[in-house]
């Protein structure tokens, strides 16, 4: 005999349940991407008017040198900061699982970037990095302008934003080599294995789970980049245009020259690339992410 | 311990919960005329106690009336503004910027004001300020403002350079800046890439335009303003000026009130702030009237850009009668007279100038702000027009790869050309 879906009592109180959720997700996130995607092939005008304009909005957007370059810089960005990133939170938290004196007071000090503000965190490195009278110009007596060199300043951005993630990035890829049996490192000592083989043919792919979910995670974050860059970078620095992401210049389009519908149409791209560059990462995880243990 | 601690977050947030609620109970009470909680929204945190001295002053004559300032930074203003005027939900006054007046007027979000406004009391680029494309006021006139020279008199003492005088000119500015820098190896003049308080100024003083008369086209490729843009650009090649790229490190107040540059321009409405900011700078700086041009292609040379804020109401406000008789009173005489006492801007009431400048003097501050008020003689009008929101962050950032080295002069101020043209068309 079939049950009917909605009249079962059980049913009914699972969507209950997760009615608060639902409802929330639906008004939150669905209902403003949707709207979004609706506006993007619009010329929105200020106090919700707008004129439908068909692809207009993204025939432009592929032809502004500043989107393409937007588009590239958020890329660049990514390159800069995930693998990096990644890999030092990976040996920062192999070095937290050592057996040293003080381990609970070193975590602590490599957490603490994520408790403070990201708003605090720019102010202070942008001091430190100012070119006349910062600290690191000073110390190392280097007369480099780190945030208005059109060249540079990317790689300064990609420096901070390392610097703040490394702390998460290393708990969680910690919690993950905690998790590793010790009989695996007992039996490979005797075999007379090396620390470095102990960590490439044990703790890697014992750890690639948690360090495929990092990735991911750090990858998105990267991508949507925005109040680094606002921050550090931000008006009246001549090097913006070399440093400026997509959402920075999604902000600037939407709230600033007030162009919603085309402000639209760049986030709903920033969306496909993140969809994309995803997509990739999860076929490619079945050639190295190791869910057997 | 574990369930304590659980226990106490929940609490804690029980509580927030309670304390939330009540807080919104608290607002909607009493609607009718005359009796009422008004919200005043502001984006200067530095006027924030000279608008409070206004309501206080309303509020003691209306003692069933409640009003709230509300401060917050200029972004985030607008950002908040303009969701509030979508789902109707606005403060019950508000400031309002000539570079949105057309915006919020012209899509019929601000109530009109023509009642209560007599034009004759105001300062005429107040009142133009405050109408919109029609030409029907929608804001009761605030204030004016003009841009001044700041200069710091140590530096000029110590490279034994005069003072700036109302006499002096474009030439005199370079002159001083670099014997400052020869003498001193401080700043002269700090030239920062800026419309209203940059090149503007240098574009007018030399006859140029940035649009015509009635904002229907753009002007930068008039040979007198393309002649002082390139000049005004150009200014930062000399050794005694910063480059763009300096000031994205360090603004030119910082460097001006740490000792390190002589003289940058400024708008009025930063002084008060600057001088409770930096009380041991006190007498050690001051103001002057902007230089001006040595041979203008049209004109005596002399020029600064005045601009000026309104008060505004929404057209579809709750409390609308209400707002509009505060508004009244934020018009009069008196109103606009505490303005200019509180220091934060020189009122639009005709004839009240002095009060601001008193101000400096009973505060014991020593800057010649008279000199601010005497350039209204030969104050210009802040340019603008109705799409201007959609053409200025373009001009900004092309002026930036002028100053980056992306495009040369040339080719940069005939793309700003070619962006307002376009923008204007499209409107």
């Not at chain 1, 939150?28 to 207009?56: D, E, R």
């Not at chain 1, 990609?158 to 695996?184: C, E, F, R, T």
């Not at chain 2, 601009?307 to 018009?331: C, I, P, Q």
């Not at chain 2, 007279?337 to 009060?355: M, R, V, W």
Request: aromatic fraction near 14%; charge should be negative; glycine fraction near 8%.
């Amino acid at each position: 005999m079939k049950k009917k879906a909605w009249g079962n009592q059980d049913n009914a109180w699972g969507y209950m349940m997760i009615a608060p959720t639902i409802i929330g997700l639906l008004i939150l996130n669905v209902y403003p991407f949707i709207q979004t995607i609706f506006m993007s092939f619009t010329s929105a005008k200020a106090f919700g008017g707008y004129k439908f304009v068909g692809l207009k909005n993204y025939a432009s957007m592929f032809s502004s040198p500043e989107f393409l370059r937007a588009t590239w810089n958020t890329i660049l960005f990514c390159i800069l900061t995930v693998p990096v990133g990644v890999m030092l939170a990976l040996v920062v938290a192999i070095l937290l699982n050592a057996k040293i004196k003080g381990k609970v007071a070193f975590r602590a000090i490599f957490f603490l970037p994520m408790v403070v503000a990201p708003a605090a965190v720019a102010m202070v490195w942008k001091w430190m990095f100012n070119a006349e009278y910062g600290i690191i110009n000073t110390v190392f007596h280097l007369k480099v302008d780190w945030i208005t060199n059109p060249n540079i300043v990317i790689f300064t951005v990609a420096i901070v934003s390392i610097w703040s993630a490394i702390g998460y990035d290393a708990v969680l890829l910690l919690s993950g080599i905690q998790n590793i049996s010790k009989s695996y490192y007992e039996a490979a000592s005797l075999d007379g294995c090396t620390k470095l083989q102990q960590f490439w043919y044990i703790t890697l792919p014992m750890v690639s789970p948690t360090l495929f979910v990092v990735l991911i995670m750090r990858l998105m974050t990267s991508l949507k980049v925005y109040d680094m860059i606002y921050m550090m970078v931000g008006e009246g620095n001549p090097a913006l245009s070399k440093a400026q992401s997509l959402i920075y210049l999604f902000y600037r389009e939407s709230f600033i020259s007030g162009n919603k519908g085309y402000a639209s149409a760049i986030v709903i791209w920033t969306v496909l690339l993140i969809g994309i560059i995803s997509a990739v990462q999860f076929m490619g995880q079945k050639k190295w992410v190791n869910y057997d243990v | 311990m574990n369930k304590l601690v659980k226990r106490g977050i929940s609490l804690a947030c029980s509580a927030l919960l309670l304390l939330g609620f009540s807080a919104c109970g608290s607002q909607g009470n009493g609607e009718s005329a005359g009796k009422g909680h008004l919200v005043f929204q502001i984006w200067d945190q530095g006027q924030k106690a000279g608008m409070e001295a206004m309501a206080e002053a309303y509020v003691k004559s209306h003692p069933d009336v409640t009003i709230e300032v509300q401060a917050s930074g200029w972004d985030e203003y607008w950002t908040k503004l303009e969701a509030a005027a979508t789902s109707n939900s606005m403060p019950d006054i508000f400031w309002m910027h000539s570079n949105q007046m057309f915006k919020y007027a012209d899509n019929g979000i601000l109530a009109d004001c023509s009642e209560i406004v007599d034009e004759s009391n105001y300062s005429e680029i107040s009142v133009e300020n405050a109408k919109g494309s029609d030409g029907k006021i929608y804001g009761v006139p605030k204030d004016k403002d003009i841009i001044g020279l700041l200069y710091n008199k140590e530096i000029f003492d110590e490279a034994k350079v005069d003072y700036p005088d109302e006499n002096w000119t474009w030439e005199d500015l370079e002159n001083a800046s670099q014997k400052i820098y020869d003498e001193t190896g401080k700043y002269g003049y700090m030239a920062y890439s800026h419309d209203q308080i940059g090149y503007w100024n240098f574009v007018y003083q030399n006859g140029g335009q940035i649009l015509n008369d009635d904002g229907t086209a753009a002007k930068y490729t008039e040979p007198a303003t393309e002649k002082a843009m390139e000049y005004y650009i150009g200014l930062q090649k000399n050794d005694w000026c910063p480059t763009q790229e300096t000031f994205a490190n360090t603004a030119a107040p910082e460097l001006f009130f740490s000792g390190k540059g002589a003289m940058y321009y400024a708008g009025n409405w930063d002084l008060i702030n600057l001088c409770a900011t930096y009380p041991d700078m006190n007498g050690k700086w001051d103001v002057a009237v902007l230089p001006k041009c040595p041979d203008p292609a049209k004109g005596d040379g002399r020029a600064s850009i005045s601009n000026s804020v309104s008060y505004a109401t929404a057209a579809k406000g709750k409390n609308r009668e209400l707002a509009m008789d505060f508004l009244t009173f934020l018009g009069s005489e008196e109103g606009q007279k505490i303005q200019g006492e509180s220091g934060a801007a020189i009122p639009a009431y005709n004839g009240l100038e002095e009060t601001w400048v008193q101000t400096f003097a009973d505060k014991g501050y020593q800057l010649d702000v008279q000199k601010m008020v005497d350039m209204f003689d030969y104050s210009v009008k802040y340019v603008n027009n109705p799409s201007r929101p959609s053409w200025e962050p373009k001009v900004e950032q092309a002026m930036l790869d002028i100053y980056g080295g992306i495009t040369t002069p040339e080719e940069g101020i005939q793309k700003i050309q070619d962006l307002v043209t376009e923008a204007i068309e499209e409107e």
